[in-house]
């Protein structure tokens, strides 16, 4: 295993990689961070590196790079079905957990979604409360704002 840290608007990223592909994205500070071990190589992952500046810059609204994201099978439909939530739009975690097909695990959903590891690519910012509130983000709420800012064109990217 290799990771990088880079700068971001939103502070530094740890981009953790795995045979290549992306295993970890975390923020600083994030919640269900694990202990990351292997060698520091900031020049990791360079079409993630890439695909974040121009995610970043406005000018790219879906990632395509390769993962390797290891969880149960639920927490993997969970973040599979994050990936069709639309740039720039937010669902809330009774609609996620509609869309795989559990209507009553809104819970479960909550939790899947705080433990994905591959913030920003796999897009669990844009889930929100019922009302369309702010909750939970691993990376902490005034990132979730910030990056849901961004996608709807109202932050600054400087």
Known sequence: MTYAVVDSPIGP?????????????YMTDHRHMPV????RDDSALPDLQEQL????ARDLKEF???TAVTGSP??????TA?????YGETWSYAQLAREIGSPAAVRAVGLANGKNPISIVVPCHRVVGSNGSLTGYGGGLARKQQLLELERGLASTT
């Open 13 to 25: 990223l740890t981009l953790v990689a795995k045979d290549g592909a992306v295993a970890g994205l």
């Open 36 to 39: 990351i071990q292997g060698q």
């Open 53 to 56: 500046v121009a995610y970043f």
């Open 64 to 66: 395509d790079v390769r």
């Open 74 to 79: 639920f927490q993997v439909r969970v973040w």
């Open 82 to 86: 994050l990936a069709q939530i639309p």
